[in-house]
């Protein structure tokens, strides 16, 4: 019974993620997206409730005073990484700004984006993080529940996966990125703030500000590949110098009271 409550928790959450996803893509319907987007943290404070959970803090987002201590360090570290990979990528010449548009013009798009992508970014964060972490906690260690969040992650990229390897390996891997801070904190703020960040960062400087690739350098992607792993352990030492870590790290199996693994 426990077993089809999840599946079936997850198959709702899934439906109403993409719908909202599909409202937005094929549609381009705003209300029908954000319509779509509050039904499902509807379902997600309902579906925790249904499996015995606390609302919406069942998945990591509790609305203790610490929230702020958690999601800003996230946002910051999502700006950084956006920023750095797009900046090495035009040092390198991997990629080149075509145009620029005027500050009055951009505004508007950016603030609708942020304000959209603010639902989109959490309510992924709840599905391919949040959901699994708390049901796979105690019960298999920390390495198996990165892999599990960081495949469902990828897949989850439904009309991205026809883009081939290299998409596969860069999703993938800020999947791994992404759950860390969540494994390691218990919330999915740091992660939140991360993920809306780092999707807003990108929205600038390769939406609004018109970028090109420039044939016969390396790709952009690679260079974004290679910033994920650099960010990897730089996350360890950005939550522990915050003081945010719940858990210390220890070459044992998991023990949900007193350490995580990561071995």
């Not at 699994?132 to 495949?151: D, E, M, Q």
């Not at 780092?198 to 260079?223: L, R, Y």
Request: charged letters at 10%; aromatic letters at 16%; proline letters at 3%.
């Amino acid at each position: 019974m426990k077993a089809v409550k999840i599946i079936a928790g997850f198959a709702i959450l899934f439906l109403l993620y993409h719908t909202a996803e599909y409202m937005i893509v094929f549609k381009n319907s705003p209300m029908g997206f954000l319509g779509i987007q509050v039904l499902f943290f509807i379902a997600a404070w309902l579906i925790a409730k249904w499996q015995k959970g606390k609302g919406l803090s069942a998945w990591g987002m509790d609305g203790k005073a610490s929230l702020f201590k958690h999601l800003l360090p996230g946002m910051l570290m999502g700006v950084v990484l956006y920023g750095v990979s797009f900046s090495i990528s035009l040092a390198l010449g991997a990629e080149k700004i075509i145009t620029t548009p005027s500050l009055s013009s951009a505004l508007m798009p950016i603030a609708l984006f942020v304000f959209g992508n603010f639902f989109s970014s959490f309510s992924e964060d709840i599905l391919t993080r949040g959901y699994v972490y708390y049901h796979s906690k105690g019960s298999i260690i920390a390495r198996w529940i990165v892999l599990l969040s960081a495949t469902i992650y990828l897949l989850n990229h439904i009309y991205r996966l026809k883009d081939g390897a290299q998409a596969w390996i860069y999703l993938f891997l800020l999947g791994v990125l992404y759950v860390l801070p969540l494994l390691f904190t218990k919330r999915l703020w740091f992660t939140g703030g991360m993920h809306w960040a780092g999707n807003c960062t990108f929205f600038i400087t390769h939406e609004v500000i018109k970028t090109d690739s420039v044939p016969g350098k390396i790709d952009a992607n690679f260079i974004f590949v290679g910033c994920i792993i650099v960010f990897i352990p730089f996350v360890y030492f950005l939550l522990k110098s915050f003081g945010l870590m719940k858990y210390s790290v220890v070459k044992t199996t998991y023990k949900p009271a007193e350490s995580l693994t990561l071995n």
